[in-house]
């Protein structure tokens, strides 16, 4: 015979499967949630090694100075016979404003 708890058709204790079943919802969710928050501290931690590190290394510094070097040289022929030209970005982007200004 069933208790008054149970369901007579089938035996199972209804509000407690569901009591049941939203707890393990909840506690997957914050175990997720928890999950979630390590692994973005750990990366926040990681990307700001990265980050400060970066601008300190000898070779970082020596390859912007070589970059910004690139950046400031007058236009020069690369390859003369074919007409070949390199030219620094903002003197060419001037040069455009100012040809179609005429």
Known sequence: MASAKDNGKT???T???VAYGLAGII????LSLFIEGGYNAV???EM???IYAAGTSEES???LAEQQALLDEQPRYI???AGVLCIPIENAMDRVVVKTAE
């Open 15 to 17: 509000g407690a499967v």
């Open 27 to 30: 506690f997957v969710y914050a």
């Open 43 to 45: 990366l926040n931690k």
């Open 61 to 63: 510094i020596a390859q």
């Open 48 to 50: 700001q090694t990265k």
């Open 11 to 13: 035996g199972f204790n």
């Open 79 to 81: 390859d003369p016979e």
